[in-house]
């Protein structure tokens, strides 16, 4: 058996005894892994469903946007615009942080097609960071109000075993945090890369709405169950 890292702290919740499938979601910046608990409920997913859900907490750090103030960031901002430098070495380690929950899943039974890698805004960040580079196929890569950080690297960085893994990408038309041309911008790159991307646009801010619970909890009806 793997040794693994020390693990991040999550929260862990499940609908159904003997959880056949795994949701890995990651939250945003400044917030930690109860901010997307609530959402269990509201995906209305089949009562015969065996899901666990795993809500990692990010490692506190400071943040340069954020005048250096510490708090729970997958890693650094250090930009307004999100233009280069980006903070790859917190990038990096963040995801190596996942993968070692992704492995402890294999450990617990498991498999990483049945683990749908989530996140909201840095957490979808990190899905996409961790998901494209995952050596093993996923379920899904679900990035919410989110972009496609280190772009340079992922064409030489992507495996092949993700790279027909279903991603839905969603964004909200009135954003003020990560502009939707940042996130179009992403989605773009990653159709022209040949991913199957299912994009959703919403009338909102930096958020999530009704209509984006419905479509997500679809989307997970469809690779999951």
Known sequence: MTILPNLLSTIELENGIAPTHT???MHGLGADGNDFVPIIDELELPPDSHIRFIFPHAPMRPVSIN????????????DLNFSQPEDEDGLRDSQRAIEALLEREKQR???????VLAGFSQGGAMALQTGLRYPEKLAGIMALSCYLPLQQTVAAEAHCANSATPI???HGGRDPVIPMTLAVASRRQLLESGYAVEWHEYPMAHAVCVEEMTDISAWLKRVLI
């Open 168 to 170: 839905f990408m969603a």
């Open 23 to 25: 949701i890995l979601w």
């Open 67 to 78: 005048n250096g103030f510490v708090m729970r960031a997958w890693y650094d901002v250090l």
């Open 109 to 115: 039974g498991i498999t990483p097609e049945r683990i």
